[in-house]
């Protein structure tokens, strides 16, 4: 849980305002999560007995996560890792990971392992838009300007979803994934989610929903989506050419902070906590 004087940083703009865009973005929703739970209950059920079937394992991986307003709750993934991966202690993951499992490795690769994410929709603790989830001990290192990200519910994509689809390239060969994620990710992933914070309806949750799916075909086309959202809002030059993704990343201080992470701080390895269980 956040502390709460943490979270008392936590701005909004006006109440009756965020009421209704609240009410208006949780009926789309439901409904659209309702519908494609329905839809493809019977794909769900194929991945989960193909992730059961490499190890015996639970195909269910339940995180602890933070959400709106600095709670917890448990985010449910598709099993991609080996049961013990949690003693790591290591919260990033880079692409050729030793805890990812074969299948695992498949559905990261095509994003299926977060489609058990629309039950966290059904039953409110996620959107299918929003700044993405972090386990409690990177939501710990939020600077105050951060902790605005935490006014809206986590959602299953947002523009850095697309931005970074590529986390597990950029983090490959990393002797510290933890820290390099923390110095060239972090603030540009959490200065595209508050712009996201600011600028959030319901039509700009369905470009973002349509550039996702897009970006499972043709990431150069989505990036460019992204690119004119951003003009869109109005972002400033760096963050839209950190987005453009033809640069290397560079190492940035996060939003309210005016230095760049050295030394990632020793933190429970998430599981350790009870916070990785079988559903």
């Not at 809206?152 to 590529?166: E, H, K, L």
């Amino acid at each position: 849980m956040i502390p709460a004087a943490a979270a008392g940083a936590i701005s909004s703009r006006s109440q009756d305002g965020i009421r209704r865009e609240s009410r208006a973005k949780r009926v789309f929703d439901f409904a659209i999560a309702l519908a494609a739970l329905a839809a493809i209950a019977p794909m769900l059920a194929a991945i989960a007995f193909a992730v059961w079937l490499e190890d015996g394992g639970s195909p269910w991986f339940r995180g602890v996560r933070v959400g709106r307003g600095g709670g917890e709750f448990r985010m449910l993934k598709f099993r991609s890792m080996r049961p013990d991966a949690w003693k790591s202690g290591v919260n990033s993951t880079a692409t050729g990971d030793a805890r990812i499992t074969r299948v695992g490795g498949w559905l990261r690769k095509a994003k299926l392992d977060e489609l058990p994410q629309l039950w966290n929709v059904l039953t409110g603790e996620m959107s299918l838009v929003g700044p993405r989830p972090q386990v409690p001990a990177d939501a710990g290192l939020y600077t105050a300007e951060e902790m605005r990200m935490l006014e809206v519910r986590p959602g299953i994509t947002d523009p850095a979803s697309i931005v970074f689809s590529d986390e597990g390239d950029i983090l490959a060969g990393s002797r510290d994934p933890d820290l390099l994620y923390n110095q060239i990710i972090r603030p540009w992933k959490s200065r595209l989610a508050l712009l996201y914070v600011d600028r959030r309806t319901v039509s700009a949750d369905l470009r973002i929903i349509f550039l996702t799916a897009l970006a499972l075909f043709s990431r150069p086309r989505a990036l460019r989506g992204v690119g004119r959202l951003l003009a869109e809002w109005k972002a400033d030059g760096m963050l839209r050419l950190m987005a453009g993704r033809e640069v290397p990343l560079l190492a940035y201080a996060p939003p309210g902070a005016r230095e760049v992470m050295m030394r990632y701080p020793a933190a429970e390895p998430d599981a350790a906590r009870g916070q990785s269980v079988s559903a």
